[in-house]
Nanobody, 127 residues
Framework: VQLQASGGGLVQAGGSLRLSCAAS????????MGWFRQAPGKEREFVSA????????YYADSVKGRFTISRDNTKNMVYLQMNSLKPEDTAVYYC?????????????????????WGQGTQVTVSS
């Protein structure tokens, strides 16, 4: 599976961005999908995930209530709508695909659970 993330950019605090991730080369509906981010000097951290079947969603506490993940299995796309952005949201954002059997926040919040990664898109939030 190949993943291509887009939609990053520079935005002022309080603004919004919508990230998109296009998947190709596999049966998209077979994959749990996740978004992670990595700021300079920090480890990659979980942002959000969405299940393959009924689309159960999961969020890191730091983004809950501000970010919304969604997927369109007819278009092989996953999205991350980011509202009320804060300077601490500045990072490179990565989409990832997981083909594993397990779901739930415990598994889908772990980067090691994911088999495929996109190239990342930069999000910069100015204060």
């Amino acid at each position: 599976v190949q993943l291509q993330a887009s939609g990053g950019g520079l935005v002022q605090a309080g603004g919004s961005l919508r990230l998109s991730c296009a998947a190709s080369g596999g049966i998209f509906s077979n994959y749990n999908m996740g978004w992670f981010r990595q700021a300079p000097g920090k480890e990659r951290e979980f942002v959000s995930a969405i299940g393959r079947n009924i689309g159960t969603t999961y969020y890191a506490d730091s983004v809950k209530g501000r970010f919304t993940i969604s997927r369109d299995n007819t278009k092989n796309m996953v999205y991350l709508q980011m509202n009320s952005l804060k300077p601490e949201d500045t990072a490179v954002y990565y989409c990832a695909a997981d083909s594993g059997y397990y779901s739930g926040s415990y598994y889908l919040s772990r980067p090691t659970e994911y088999d495929y990664w996109g190239q990342g898109t930069q999000v910069t939030v100015s204060s």
